[in-house]
């Protein structure tokens, strides 16, 4: 009997179940708005906050860029520095232990928990956001990434050197090619954690970015733009999710 209700069920399209969802969803939130309407603006006023955020004033495009913009510079920095370090760490013992402890130790490390810090020393431009979108995503990729290295299977390496492989050979023929799955799963974790950093990295102060644009509004109890500003931030994390979907295939 439950496996014909199962196949009763997966005969629904994928696309009736995402508008079932989405109902649902609305549904809860004018449920929300009705009975909280200080708290929950409902979908009209987020509707009329977007038309004058978006088109009359144009100022959420230029949040959205902003923080767009943070978030792939501090990516690109990460992902340039975790490459070699992960493989310095599996290549050279002394590095390793000099450089793995504090990379774990920061690792424990919520990213709110120095991103003052960062903030009171580079200051609440730019430069302070991008470092610690930057230093976030650098922690996730080089350990995905030397974990990859490091299980490299040392029967080839030996091999190699046994046929009169060079350390050079050895390197592109067999780590680099050996690492890619896990140096791609670490190009999507890093870019998820950047993300979600953006929203730490930008409540310390600035004028332009979601999460800037979430804490005035919140400031001055603008839910309807609170509301608006948290919907594009899931959007920004969805198209990412779907433009790096194929990394999770390679993973598998």
């Given at each position: 009997?439950?496996?014909?209700?199962?196949s009763?069920?997966?005969?629904i399209?994928?696309?009736?179940?995402?508008?079932?969802?989405?109902?649902?969803?609305?549904?809860?939130?004018?449920?929300?708005?009705?009975?909280?309407?200080?708290?929950?603006?409902?979908?009209?006023?987020?509707?009329?906050?977007?038309?004058?955020?978006?088109?009359?004033?144009g100022?959420?495009?230029?949040?959205?860029?902003?923080?767009?913009?943070?978030?792939?510079t501090?990516f690109?920095?990460?992902?340039?520095?975790?490459?070699p370090?992960?493989f310095?760490?599996?290549?050279?013992?002394?590095?390793?232990?000099?450089?793995e402890?504090?990379?774990?130790?920061?690792?424990?490390?919520?990213?709110?928990?120095?991103?003052?810090?960062?903030?009171?020393?580079?200051?609440?431009?730019?430069?302070?956001k991008?470092?610690?979108?930057?230093?976030?995503?650098?922690l996730?990729?080089?350990?995905?990434?030397?974990?990859?290295?490091?299980?490299?299977?040392?029967?080839?390496?030996?091999?190699?050197?046994?046929?009169?492989?060079?350390?050079?050979?050895?390197?592109?023929?067999?780590?680099?090619?050996?690492?890619?799955?896990?140096?791609l799963?670490?190009?999507?974790?890093?870019?998820?954690?950047?993300?979600?950093?953006?929203?730490?990295s930008?409540?310390v102060?600035g004028?332009?970015?979601?999460?800037?644009?979430?804490?005035?509004?919140?400031?001055?109890?603008?839910?309807?733009?609170?509301?608006?500003g948290?919907?594009?931030?899931?959007i920004?994390?969805?198209?990412e999710?779907?433009?790096?979907?194929?990394?999770?295939?390679?993973?598998?």
């Open positions: 009997m439950n496996l014909k209700k199962s009763v069920w997966a005969k399209p994928n696309f009736v179940w995402l508008i079932i969802s989405l109902g649902v969803a609305v549904a809860l939130w004018l449920l929300a708005s009705s009975r909280w309407p200080v708290i929950f603006a409902n979908p009209y006023k987020v509707w009329l906050a977007f038309v004058d955020k978006g088109f009359t004033s100022i959420l495009w230029e949040h959205i860029w902003s923080s767009l913009s943070r978030v792939l501090g690109f920095c990460a992902f340039v520095l975790a490459i370090t992960a310095l760490m599996v290549w050279y013992e002394p590095f390793r232990h000099v450089v402890p504090w990379i774990m130790f920061i690792r424990n490390i919520p990213p709110l928990a120095y991103v003052f810090l960062i903030t009171a020393a580079l200051g609440i431009g730019n430069t302070g991008v470092t610690v979108i930057a230093i976030a995503a650098f996730v990729m080089v350990v995905t990434v030397y974990q990859g290295v490091k299980g490299v299977d040392v029967t080839l390496i030996k091999a190699a050197r046994v046929l009169g492989a060079k350390q050079r050979d050895i390197f592109f023929r067999i780590t680099l090619p050996a690492s890619t799955p896990y140096i799963v670490a190009a999507r974790l890093g870019l998820s954690t950047s993300l979600t950093t953006l929203m730490a930008e409540i102060g004028d332009r970015g979601l999460g800037m644009m979430i804490q005035k509004a919140s400031g001055y109890y603008q839910m309807d733009v609170v509301l608006l948290i919907i594009f931030e899931r920004v994390k969805f198209l999710r779907k433009l790096t979907g194929w990394q999770e295939t390679i993973q598998q």
